[in-house]
């Protein structure tokens, strides 16, 4: 594995007296493909708010990008999260009074560092150059998901975390912009962590992890949704 970008140690979540993520460990190599798979209620968007420093862990270590987050300030965590992280989200939440250019230009001006050349190689890239001045309400959910994804990659982030990014995409629409994630992925050289219950977006990554009861465990097998049967390794 590359340099590590993200590492979790005995990561525990507790929330009215229910461990929800209990002694996640985790690393994520700076060129890594990682799928976290799991049934519903299995922990996984609380695993992805604790990687995305959107919410502390309980108890336990995260590191990221070599800070251990635990020492850090609220504001100092806000901006590695905008410097560091880039998100892609199942609902695409994008600002449904701002242009699709002006959701993808968002982390730019949170940074203070405007980069409208980058924005543009973005959104040709992702092929939705044409439709920047059009509004969310307009664009088709691939469309959206297309502009999240400019968004996510508009502060070149080092990893990328998607929390079920096909999930309300039909079929060839999510395939299409899994297929973006990765080429997005390899030419902008980010780690990418997608976190999941579909199974059939297994064979896409090098790393598989599976969570169950806010535990990973070791195999497919233990996660009724995450049928061994569509592995390919
Ligand atoms: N604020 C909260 N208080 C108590 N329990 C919670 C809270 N938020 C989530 N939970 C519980 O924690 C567990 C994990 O939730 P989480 O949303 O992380 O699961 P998930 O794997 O993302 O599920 P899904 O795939 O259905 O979105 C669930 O049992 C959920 O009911």
């Known amino acids: 594995m590359t340099d590590p970008v993200l590492v979790g140690s005995e ?35 609380t695993l992805f708010n604790v990687l995305g420093l ?5 108890s336990g270590r995260l590191e990221v990008d070599g800070r251990d987050a635990s020492t850090l300030s609220e504001r100092q965590r806000a901006r590695l999260r905008r410097t560091t992280l880039g ?16 959701n993808a230009s968002l982390p730019q001006e949170h ?8 924005l543009d190689t973005l ?7 044409g439709l920047e001045h059009q509004y969310p309400a307009t664009l088709s959910g691939g469309e959206k998901q297309r502009v999240a994804i400019a968004r996510a990659l508009a502060n070149r982030p080092e990893i990328v975390l998607a929390d079920e990014p096909t999930g309300q995409l039909d079929p060839d629409t999510a395939e299409s912009v899994l297929n973006l994630l990765f080429s ?14 579909d199974p059939q977006l297994a064979q896409r ?24 049967s569509t592995e390919t390794n």
Request: aromatic share 6%; glycine share 12%.
């Open 11 to 45: 990561l525990c979540v507790t929330r009215r007296g229910t461990k929800i993520l209990d002694g996640v460990s985790l690393t994520v190599g700076s060129d890594a493909a990682m799928l976290v798979q799991g049934p519903s209620g299995a922990g996984k968007s």
């Open 205 to 228: 990554f090098d790393e598989r992890l599976f969570i169950r009861g806010g535990t990973l465990v070791s195999d497919a097998a233990s996660t009724p949704d995450a049928s061994p």
């Open 123 to 129: 959104f040709e890239r992702l092929g939705i150059a």
């Open 111 to 118: 940074a203070g560092d405007r980069d409208p050349g980058w």
């Open 87 to 102: 998100f892609v989200f199942q609902d695409f939440q994008l600002i449904g009074d701002l242009t699709a250019r002006e």
């Open 184 to 197: 997005m992925k390899e030419s902008t050289e980010t780690a990418l962590v997608v976190i999941s219950h």
């Open 54 to 58: 959107l919410e502390p862990p309980s």
